[in-house]
C-alpha cells in the first residue's frame, strides 16, 4: 500500500490549492479525485472573488489576502487563469424596496454603491431596464475556474505532487487515528487525511459518525457556447435568499433532515444571473435546491426552462442561447463560511471544506493551512473554530 505524508480527497479549487501549498511545504502528496473528466462544483461556477465580503476582522483579512493572491496567481503558477477585475451588479427588481435592499449588504466591509436605473444600464446595456428599478454595485474579481485548478494542479505536480482520478469510498482508521483512505480500487496510508471533497464530505464524515456542519444544494445552470453577445459585467439579482434558506435548513431543528436524506425539495431559489468568459462562452442562471438526497434526480427540461425564462426577463438577449444544462452538489457550512481545521477525536483527519465565496476564501486559507500542518500552529488557523461536534 503506497504511504504519503497526506492525502487530500477532492480535486476542485479546494483541495487542488490546498495539495499546491502543502507541495510546497515538501510534503509526499497525494491528490484524490473520482472523475478524471472535469465534473464538479468549481467548473460549474461563475469564478466571482467576492473580496467584498468579509464581515469581521478574519474574514476581512482574507478577503484582502485572498485578492492580492489572484493578483498575482498567474505568475506564480505559471499559467494563466484569466483573472481580470469588473463590476459585479445586484440588480433591484421594481418591486423590491431600494432602501431595504441597500441596507441588507450593509453588513460587509466594503459597502455597495447603489446605482439609479440608468447608470446601471449604462454599466450594463444587455439589461432589461423594464425589469429593474436599479442596482448594487461592488468591485469584485473573477477567474476562469477551470482553469484554476488545473493551473493549481500543474504547479502541484511540478512540485512533485501525484494526482490518482479514483472514487474515495471509505477512510481507514486504527483506534482514535485515522491512517489512510480506501477506493473503488485501492488502499494508501497516510500521515494525514483531508477532506476536501465539497458536498460529498458530508458522507465520509458520516462513515466515522461524525456530525460536522456541512451541507450542500443542487445548484443548476447552463453553459454556452462562444458567442459574440458581450456582457460587461457580472450579474446576479439583490436578494439573499439563497444564503437565507441554507440557514434555515441547518438550524437545529432542521438538521434531522440531514440524518435521512430524501428527495423532497426542501426550499429552491432561481437566480437571473450571467458570466462571460474570455472565449465569449457564458454560465447562465442558478437554481439553488436544498434536496438531501446528494444523488437526487433533477428534472433537466423543468430546470432548464425555469433558469431561461428567469433570464428572459433581465437579460433577454441571452435566454435563447444555445447551450448545456448542468447540475451539480455545492457545499455550504453552518456558522463559519467555511469549516477547515483538523478533527480533534481522530488523529490524523482534518477538514478543509464547506466553503462559501470559495475563490477568495481558499487561496489564503491553503498557504495557512498547509503551514499550519507542517509546523503545528499557525495565528489565522489558531483562531479558527474547533471542529469537535460529534453526533
Known sequence: MDNYDVVVIGGGLTGSAL??????????????EKDRISDNATIYSYGGIAYWCGSDDLTIQLCNEGINIHRNLSAELEADNQFQELNLLFTIAPNQDIKEVESAYQQFHIKPQLLDLETTVALEPLLNKNAIAGSLRFPQGHVNPEKTVLAYQQA?????????????????????????????????????????????????????????????????????????????????????????????????????LWEKPNDEIQADVVEAGAIQFADG????????????????????????????????????????LEGQWHNCQVAFSQGMPFQVGKIKQLEGLSMFSGFTSPFVFVPPLAKYFAEYLTDGKNDIIDRLPDLTKLS
Open 156 to 256: 502541484f505536480l511540478k512540485l512533485g505532487g501525484k494526482i490518482i482520478y479514483e472514487k474515495v469510498i471509505g477512510l481507514l482508521k486504527k483506534d482514535h487515528k485515522i491512517t489512510g483512505i480506501k477506493t473503488t480500487k485501492n488502499s494508501y496510508s497516510a500521515e494525514q487525511v483531508i477532506i476536501s471533497a465539497g458536498a460529498d464530505s458530508r458522507s465520509l464524515l458520516q462513515q466515522l459518525n461524525l456530525n460536522l456542519p456541512v451541507y450542500f444544494s443542487h445548484a443548476q445552470l447552463i453553459k454556452t457556447k462562444p458567442t459574440d453577445i458581450k456582457l460587461k459585467t457580472l450579474i446576479m439579482p439583490a436578494t439573499t435568499k439563497r444564503l437565507d434558506i441554507e440557514k434555515q435548513v441547518t438550524q437545529m431543528e432542521k438538521t434531522s
Open 281 to 320: 462562452s457564458f454560465c447562465l442562471g442558478q437554481i439553488s435546491q436544498i434536496i438531501t438526497d446528494i444523488n437526487a434526480q433533477i428534472e433537466k427540461q423543468v430546470s432548464e426552462n425555469r433558469i431561461r425564462e428567469a433570464l428572459d426577463k433581465v437579460l433577454p438577449s441571452l435566454a435563447s
Open 19 to 32: 495539495s499546491y501549498e502543502l507541495a510546497k511545504q515538501d510534503l509526499r502528496v497525494l491528490l484524490l
